[in-house]
């Protein structure tokens, strides 16, 4: 059975960093693409950024420069690195891993950024 489990989300101020993490199980997820997406209240979920097996890396253009992801195969963990938080940036984060068939998601973790 396959779970993803996310960490790190909580409550920052505006300018501040937080590290997101999520652990999947229940197969090999090396040649799986690992992302993060996220959703604000009364919008529609939006890609963060992903990243390949290989480690090519996509972001979204509203984190470019802010946002770092990575991956550890050896884990089967993607990690989301968030520096100068802006209020923006408050909403769920969810961790997803995909393959053709396959598309799986975590049950999201909060992210708030307020003073």
């Known amino acids: 059975q396959v779970q993803l489990v996310e960490s790190g989300g909580g409550l920052v101020q505006p300018g501040g960093s937080l590290r997101l993490s999520c652990a999947a199980s229940?197969?090999?997820?090396?040649?799986?693409?690992m992302g993060w997406y996220r959703q604000a209240p009364g919008k529609q979920r939006e890609l963060v950024a992903n990243?390949?097996?290989?480690?090519?890396?996509n972001y979204a253009a509203s984190v470019r420069g802010r946002f770092t992801i990575s991956r550890d195969n050896a884990k089967n963990t993607v990690y989301l690195q968030m520096n100068s938080l802006k209020p923006e940036d408050t909403a769920v984060y969810y961790c997803n891993v995909r393959k053709i068939p396959y598309n799986y998601w975590g049950q999201g973790t909060q992210v708030t950024v307020s003073s």
């Open positions: 229940g197969r090999d997820f090396s040649f799986y693409v």
């Open positions: 990243i390949i097996s290989g480690g090519s890396t």
